[in-house]
Every structure is written in structure tokens, then in C-alpha cells.
């Protein structure tokens, strides 16, 4: 009998939330952020509440979503919740619309996301379909609406952050079209840039493998595929390149967001965020 892994998300704790003194992270300012009912998005709508700003989270699970905006009101932040299905454009639309309604939209955290682990030859189109709607057409409609929004604001700035991922800098085994929409997010951060003339900004964050349940459930699926244990999975495939062998937890990747957010990131125009423990560039 093959060893089960037991890993989990960690709860989050407004000690480890990455405070910063922002003269645009006040309530006037909106953010919005998908995927935020789990994972990363739910870690990043919190700290972006925490920071003071007048958060949007979007996500198709309105349970999971509910309950991120309870905890972020329990931090004293303010966040709003509207459900949202990512490949509907016109549930894309509404979601702007609302934002707008609440203050002056000037951040996107586009951070939902889906796996599927198959090669090439054996991935499924409908699968194909719903991971480049939801993790790189969503995004690009996303930034689409925000930035005539951002050149409303007094000073035409705004921030669009993306959540790519040591698999947009390289590609592993049967995950091609996860590894296709992370470099994508990396072109769409830099054509946004190129536009964006220093005022209107946009970076991407690149991990390796965070404690959320995305990662936890494709534990399974890579043993299986590999022919290897769960337990090699994690030891020799997640963390075999990393030279910190332990996951991110999901609030240290919000930080990156918030840090890319903020006054501090003046000159993160286009570029990634690299926080891998060494994986892609150290060997």
C-alpha cells in the first residue's frame, strides 16, 4: 500500500500579513482580486483588505469566497465578494462594473487557476478550453476593462498583478497547458508595461509549489502518471530542484502582490517576481 501525503492549506494569521505604509492603499482605492476563494486568491484579497484597500474577490465558489471575505472583515479589513464565472465574459463585465462602483478601481490580482496533469497527446480539448479561458482570457478581458478605469484616476495609474509560476520560466512533464498560460501571463504583464508609459504597471509572480489545495491534489495525479510514490512526488518532483525544501505558504506569495502593489515597486515594470528557493536558476 503506497504512502498517502498529507499536506495542507495553513489557516492565515494577520501576524503574517506584509503591512505597508501606502499613501494609495486607502479604502478609496479598489483591488480586485480572483480566485479568491482558496489558495493564493483568498490569501491576497485578505492582505490586500488588510492594507486598507476597498477589496473585490471574484471566484465561482461562493462559499469558499463568503468565507475569505468573513475573515477579511475579521482583520478589520473591507472586502466585497461577487460570484463569478471566469469564462463568461458578461459575468466578467458585471464584476467590473460593481468594482467600479465602490471606489476608484486601481489594482487586478489575477490569480485563479485550474491543473489538469496529462501529456500532450492524451490532454483533453474541453480541458484545454476552460484552463486558457480561465487562466489567461479571463486575465487579458480583465486587464482589458480595468486600465480605461486606471486612466480615470487622478494620477492614470494603476497595478495589474499575475500569478504565473516557475512553470513560466520552465516546462515540466504533463503539464503543457498549465505551462502555456504561465508564460502567456508573463507576455501579457510585459504588453501591458509596454503600453502602460510607467504610470499603468504590471508584474507577475513566479513560485514553486505553495501549500494550497491546487497543488495538494495533483499530489495523486503526478504519482500516478510518474509511477513513482506521493511521497517521491513531493520530495523528488515538487522540491527536488528547490533548494528550500519546504512549500510557500499562500500569505507569502500575497505579499509579493502586495509588495508589487505598492510605492516600493515603482520599477517593477513588466518584470517577475522570482521566488522559487532556487529552482529555475541554481542547480
Do not use: W
Not at 484545454?128 to 486600465?147: E, T
Amino acid at each position: 500500500m503506497r504512502k498517502r501525503v498529507l499536506i495542507s492549506e495553513p489557516e492565515i494569521k494577520e501576524d503574517e500579513i506584509l503591512k505597508i505604509n501606502d499613501p494609495n492603499f486607502n479604502i478609496s482605492n479598489v483591488c480586485i482580486v480572483t480566485g479568491c476563494g482558496s489558495g493564493i486568491g483568498k490569501a491576497t484579497a485578505i492582505a490586500s483588505a488588510v492594507n486598507n484597500l476597498m477589496t473585490v474577490g471574484l471566484d465561482i465558489d461562493e462559499k469558499g469566497g463568503k468565507e475569505t471575505q468573513k475573515l477579511a472583515r475579521k482583520f478589520n479589513g473591507q472586502m466585497i465578494f461577487i460570484k463569478t464565472d471566469l469564462t463568461k465574459d458578461n459575468d466578467i463585465k458585471n464584476a467590473v462594473l460593481e468594482a467600479s462602483k465602490l471606489g476608484n478601481i486601481r489594482y487586478l490580482a489575477n490569480i485563479a487557476g485550474i491543473q489538469h496533469i496529462d501529456s500532450v497527446e492524451n490532454f483533453p480539448m474541453e480541458k484545454y478550453d476552460q484552463m486558457m479561458a480561465i487562466m489567461l482570457r479571463a486575465p487579458f478581458l480583465l486587464s482589458k476593462l480595468v486600465i480605461p478605469f486606471f486612466k480615470k484616476n487622478i494620477d492614470g495609474g494603476g497595478v495589474i498583478g499575475n500569478m504565473s509560476s516557475v512553470h513560466g520560466h520552465i516546462c515540466t512533464i504533463n503539464k503543457p497547458v498549465y505551462n502555456i498560460t504561465k508564460f502567456g501571463l508573463r507576455a501579457l504583464s510585459q504588453s501591458i508595461s509596454a503600453e502602460g508609459e510607467g504610470k499603468i504597471r504590471s508584474f507577475t509572480v513566479s513560485t514553486g509549489f505553495v501549500k494550497t489545495f491546487l497543488a495538494i491534489n495533483q499530489i495523486k495525479a503526478q504519482s500516478e502518471q510518474r509511477k513513482i510514490t506521493e511521497e517521491e512526488v513531493v520530495r523528488d518532483v515538487m522540491l527536488g530542484r528547490s533548494r528550500v525544501k519546504e512549500m510557500m505558504t499562500p500569505i507569502e506569495v500575497a505579499n509579493l502582490f502586495i509588495f508589487g502593489f505598492s510605492k516600493y515597486s515603482k520599477y517593477l515594470v513588466g518584470g517577475d517576481l522570482l521566488f522559487d528557493g532556487g529552482m529555475v536558476l541554481t542547480y
